[in-house]
Every structure is written in C-alpha cells, then in structure tokens.
C-alpha cells in the first residue's frame, strides 16, 4: 500500500514566510494607499556585478561554439573554479586544501539541507536557537528529530542551544553531548558572531567528543571586525571535525543563478570512514553539477573587478545595516547584528511578543519584518530587520519607526 514517509507528515504545516505573506497581502488589499516597505527580505536586491555578468555572456557565447561547448560539469566542480576558491577564500588566510576537499553546489541550502544524510538517524543533533529552519527541518524529513512539543515550539530530540542577549547571542557548550553541532557564523537571524578563540573552543570539544561541526559560512563577505575567523578551518585541528559550507548568494548576488560550494577536509573521519569520499559518493549519484557559465561567472567574483564591485555591493548593504541599528538605537530599542550581517535583531519593546510587535510595526508603520519566535524558541521577545532593501526605503523605514 502506498504511503507518505510519515517523517515529512512531521513537518510544521504553516512555515514563517507564508504567514508573514497572507499577513501582508490582506494588510496591504484593506490598505491600497498606504506604502509598505519590506525590511523582512533576505534575499539580495542589486543586480549582479558588471564583471559576473560579462564573464556569464562570455560563458554562454562558448556554448554556442562547437569548440567550447559544455556538457555535464565535472562531478566536483571544475578545476578553474576549486582553484580559484582555495587561493582566495582559503590560502589567503593561511589554510591549506586539496582540488578534491571542495564540492560546488547549486548553494548553501541544498547542501545545509543535504549533508546529514550522510549520518546515523540516530545521530544527535545541536542548533543554535533561533535557527536558520532548514537545519532543523532537513533533520526532521530524516527521522532524526523526535517529536514536536507544540507549546514549546521545540523537537523532542534536538538540542537546543539558546542564544539571547544574556549570552551575547553565543551559544554556550552543550551539557548534553552531540554528534552534528550547526554553526553559523555571522549568524542569520541574529547577525551575531564569535571571535577566533571562541570558535577553537567548539572545534576542541567536536575533537574530544567525537562530534561533527556543520559550520554555515554564507555570511562570511560581511565580516568587518578583526578577530571573527572568516573560516573555521583558522583554527587548530578543525580539520578532524568540521565541515564548512559557503555561499554565492549573499556575497555575490548569487540568489537567483544559484551557486554554492562545501569543504570536507580528507582527516575527517568516523571511525576509518573519510566522510570526503561519502560526500563525492553521495554528488556523484545524486547531483549532476552545477551549470558552466555559473561556475564561470562566480570565478569572476574573484577577480579584481569582481571583488572591487562585489566589495561595493556589500558596503551599500552594510550602509543600510548601519542606519537601522543606529536610527533604532536612538529610538532607545535594544539593538544587536548589523556590523559583521546584514541583519539587525532587536528586542520587541513593552515586552510585546515577536509577532505583536509585527502587527504593531505593520499597521502603524507599514513597515515589515520578521518575528524572532519564527526562528526558534529563543527567538520569541527579537524580531529580525534586515539590510538587503534600498537606502532610500531603508531611511524612511527608520523615520517612521522613531515616530511611533
Ligand atoms: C541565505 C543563506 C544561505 C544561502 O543559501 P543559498 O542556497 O546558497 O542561496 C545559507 N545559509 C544561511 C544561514 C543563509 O541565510
């Protein structure tokens, strides 16, 4: 008889972003006058730097030449764009890696999503609360989650590990021992981060617990202060635990054309299993490459002219980061994020909860956002701005918000 993987009958029916869209649709049909600003959005607004998309028509013109037509990409990516990557994402910064210790991908989601199917069911898992949903959602379609407590908005099998204002947003070393522990540094949705010898602690206790760190670096472009480590594999032995995924989307503009690439370095093993040669196992039947003029347009991110104007791109959107967490803080929120992430997360005033503080904030300042609680328990009391909007839409937004 035919039936549902009951894991996916699991799954939380009404997801954040579709509530937060019926909310603004009937809001906006019962008010056409008025003029709602969006600052909810993570996704990317400007359109793709001059060099991506010269070296993107580049790309398709070889297409169109029987010389330099591409079929199928190689299973881990083209030579070009590994190479390019290692130089400038990682030797810069003193890490060594081998051609066959990275994997593209069509992004960070997928392989968020992807990666703990290479692990036990019964294989524990940490996240930091609030969390990006794909982490936790991806472990429950694998059974590995237990069962959702309602009221407590939490799985019974997960380890939670809150991150609030009284811990500076940084989770603290779980009590109860896990075997994936997701990081995600700068932090979507808190837009936290953690400093290099913070981290060595996390890749210390994975080492002795025998644990594996699934470190989310898609934020990485945005980091401004010194001591954040661009990459876990800065710190000592992170090599024998950590696997790093990185995005395109956010640095580079890469949400809609899709591009992703993740680190398995050789020495992470389980027992004499190389969880790389799992990983390649696993790309080889289930992922047959990302596109050619992708990869190609995403090894001119790193050229000069790329970074220059990827570099741009970012500077605008940490400029609107700016004028949110400043213009709140004058405003008297409490306000944290917006100086290593494009996202500001602030504490709901007058003890509101996260989605009455966003009913409040749509009616009388038509502006939107997104409701911490969405992210997790720890998120209920926060509510997330983010910086991806235009600077002009991004200035009223603020105005109208100090006016309430
Ligand atoms: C946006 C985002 C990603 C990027 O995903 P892509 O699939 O590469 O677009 C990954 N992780 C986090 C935490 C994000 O916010």
Redo the contacts with the bound molecule.
Sequence with gaps: MLKINENYLKLPGSYLFSTIAKKVKEFSEMNPDKKIIRLGI?DVTLPLAPAIITALHDAVDEMAKKETFKGYSPDLGYEFLRQTIIEHDYNSRGVTLALDEVFISD????D?GNIQEIFDVNCKIAVCDPV?P?YVDSNVMAGRTGEYLTDAGRWTNVIYMPCKKENNFAPELPEDTPDLIYL?FPN?PTGATITKSELQKWVDYANNAGAVIIY?A??EAYISEEDVPHTIYECENAKSCAIE?R????NAG??GT???YTVIPKELKVGDVMLNSLWARRHGTKFNGAPYIIQAAGAAVYSEEGKRQTGEQIAYYMNNARVIREGLQSAGFSVSGGVNAPYIWLETPKGMTSWEFFDYLLLNANVVGTPGSGFGPSGEGYFRLTAFGTLENTIEAINRIKQL
């Design positions: 993570g992004g960070a989601k997928s968020s990006y794909v995600c979507n989310d898609a934020y995924i995005s395109f989307s956010k890469f949400t899709r591009l992703g």
